[in-house]
């Protein structure tokens, strides 16, 4: 990419500049760190531009090619206001809808109104289907959208309707407007979702939205003793998607069946491929039939379901009030995981819900008899994920009997708030409670409390979760400095703080001045954060700013005057800004807490002005191409974000950014195809957009922005091309086959693009048409690793592909090996149920690819796992144990892998296919294992939460014994399980959210412990 630059005579700004709509950042609880790192690329990735950024000229509509195939989006998107005197679009701001206009798409059309969408769906050979259910909602956090009700937990709002007898439908998206996302739903074909982009005015024609066939799947569901089963529900439990795999405790996938009277079924709304079917029952331990249909339309009869006799617990909750039994549930899920699910979709033990009775009582069933659980209470309301647990863990087997739970009402908290010196009671005051994150004392109404009449505070029932040892309390006052203490959390959970004496904070006073004339600027926002420019620091959110690094941060606006005084939020150095719509931002500056009356006088410059014309190599203007941007003060961004700021630009290839501050600023195009990662989790969907580079990255081009001139920067795009061709398995059409790019090298990669690429983060990417073709467009000239998975098929394969600045093509034909074998215990007897993974060795013995985990941890009692969805698949072993993993890959060095909860794993022997070579007879035994229960407790030896458990063998082995790790949120217990005979030590270390270099978290000494099998052996280790 190649850049020049052009600076024009200093222009004057518009006598009466139109504001931009103030940006808003969503309210992110950052429940954990690896969560948040989620929620900021989300929060930072919908409809957030930068200050002052915006298209040249009002936006031009894009005609968009109707077609459905999964990956397009669809965004509509409303025309912006010109400045008045400029002519230009003020980002952030909408006009109002006019003839042949496109809107915002905010709420549901009314009587009368024009909707968002029109559309067909049709079934693959052109008819009508009717009475389809059809999805809308803006994209963002979730896209399975069809699988959610109404109300989710994730606070999004969707639209639906049904098609008619000719299959049409009508439809507006509820919510802010952006890119959209549909779902389509019918009996007797697959399930479809897709995105779309462009900008166009509505109503907007999708077309034919297309249903393949569904595969068919019936069979029975029955007792240990061959009777039916009826009522028994069946869910899927899978879904396909690369990218971040978020799978809650209790998650139960889409719900696609019941068993009638008989215990008979019939599933006809999915699609062909790998298929994972939960049967969930109240009475009987859950149960999971999987296996793989090869083609829309199959027929698949005879299945069995044989569930297992269910195990009951019973017990009593105590400290229940009368009349409040229905606020709560009893929830049990497996030892250490608390039912999480590694991978795709939720697990059959992800957990089961008993009602309270009047007198405390409760009964469990649909155990596993004798197979231990962790028992919890929760809120009956706060079932859904993120909700909060009022009890300790308790661990009981299936059969057991007089379990007691005791009911946490929550925190009793009371204390009094004075003026330091005066001893004056203050009764204006905010209260932040919580452990790790301190959060608002509110109302009934969720409004903050903040009056309290003669200074006092006191407040039964602050929500906190279980586990943990100690609490935060800030206090905070407009006029004084803030205090905060983290005190130990007493048995009955009441504190009394007596007395906090506030100290009144110093006044910074502020003085915004035009830089050219001097004259005061009223209205101006002046921001006022603890810690300086050099405290900043990125930690784990990058310039996500103050709001995500937790410092105390006070505003204010401009009087007539200029004027505005803020108290301090330290008795140390704090950050200034101003902002004002009419100038450039100011880049900040340190200043001291002030006794006396001098002032600090911020000069806000206008700022000058860049055009960016992108161009392809022929001269041609690009449209289309999208800007990113850092500033001369950025930090990195928030992962996710894509750096400052991504604009696109207009039909003629042109985008501007205004109102600059004075420095260097960086420019560059975004790479073709980056798009952001993605995925299914239980019953939702996260994703999250491009990775941000560093400022070392190539292709950034520095121009140096003057006070107002206005600098014409010309981007020249790297040549791009086409790829297209067929997919192929052993010479028939390879319908529905993902097939994407990667880099051919990655290179020494940004840390943040790194963990995105971890998560699932790819390049350009489609899936085959019935006929196998796919097309690859817009494709920066280069070398690429051409990757194609299909549902089928165990293996991704993997070519070489070099993309060239013209149309070029590349068949693929995907020979089919298999391999088949057969898992047992060590006396010969089939293990079913056995998972079963292909591993790419390596020269280490390492293994070179495969589905990701990243981290498992709850919130509140609600257990989760982050891992990518992209990768290898897997296969589970039937009732006689055997198992067949197709399209493996041939050439390659490979390694058989089983594991079973109870047993050690297993590998085979290194397998060479050849060619569509089956390879059968890879048998491979479990051994027995024993487990080790890990109790973790902190110095003052009370349970220990958010920490890691790690078991390590510590005999002598020819071959490496893998360490065993699991996450603990609260309760301070884990179950290592899967282990060998024989000495292991136990260890756990506390986790730690802090900036990059700080700390080492604190680790307990090892504890040696000996392993044996069938036994669970007990160990206690403390934090120091």
Known sequence: MMGTVRISEPVRPSANPRSPSPMRLPQVVALFAVIGLLAVGLAWLVNLDPPGASPVG??????????????ESLSIEAPTQPVAGEGEPVAGERSPVAA???????????????????????????????????????????????ILGDDSP??????????????????????RGGQVQLAVRAAGFAPLRIQRSGTRP???????????????????????????????????????????????QGSTGTLVGTTDSGGGFQLDELGAGRYAIDVRHPDYPSARFEGVTEAPGEVRGGIVVTLEPGAAISGRVLGILPGEHEAYVVHAGAVGSGGIAFGLGASPQAGHLASIEPDGSFLMRGLHAEREVELKILESESVAPFGRACSDTVVAAGGDSGVVLELEHGLALAFRVVEAGSETALTDFDVEVGAPWPEAVRDADGKRLSHHPGGTFRHTGLELQSGIDSVTVRVRSELHLPWEQTVPLPEGWEIELGTIRLVPAPLIRVLVVDAETGGAVSGARVTLTAGGQAEGGEGLFGGAGAFFNGRETRRGRTDDGGRVALAAVSDGPCLLKATHKSYADHPGEDVGPQTGGAEHVLRLSRGGRVEILVVEADGQPREGARVRHRGPSSARAAPGTGGDGMRTCDEDGRVVYRKLTVGVHRFRLAADGRGGVGGFMGNATIMIGEPAGGDDEEGWEEVTVIDGATLELTLVSEPRGTLAGRVTEDGRPLSGARVSLAPAAQGDADPHQQALALLGGGGPHTKTDPAGRYELEEITVGDYLLLVSHPTRTMVSEFEVQVAAAAGRFDVDLDLAVIEGRVSDGEGNPLAGARVEVIRSTPSGGEARGRTRVLSMSSSGRQMTIGAGEGDATATTDPQGRYRLRGVASGLELEVKASIAGRQSARSEPLNLAADETRSRVDLVLPGAGSIRLSVVDAGGRPASFCMTEATFAGEEELEVADVSQFIQAGGSAVLGGLRPGPWEGTARSIGFGNPGAQAPPESEPRRVEVREGEVAEVEVRLP
Request: proline residues 8%; charged residues 20%.
């Open 100 to 146: 042949g206009g496109a809107t915002e798409l905010d709420g549901e059309a009314g009587a009368g109104e024009s909707p968002d969408l029109t559309g067909r769906v049709v079934g693959s050979f052109g008819q009508p289907v009717s009475g389809a259910r059809v999805f809308a909602a803006p994209a963002g956090l979730v896209a399975a959208i069809d």
């Open 202 to 248: 509505p109503p907007f024609e999708l077309g034919d939205l297309v249903l393949e066939p569904s595969v068919f799947l019936s069979g029975h569901v029955l007792d240990s003793v061959g009777r039916g089963v009826a009522d028994a529900e069946l869910h899927v439990a899978s879904a396909e998607g690369a990218g971040v795999v978020i799978i809650m």
């Open 154 to 175: 994730w606070g999004f709002r969707r639209s639906s309707t049904e098609s008619g007898p000719d299959g049409r439908f009508e439809l507006s998206v509820v919510g």
């Open 58 to 71: 009002p936006a031009a509509p894009v005609a968009l090619d109707p077609a459905t195939s999964s990956g």
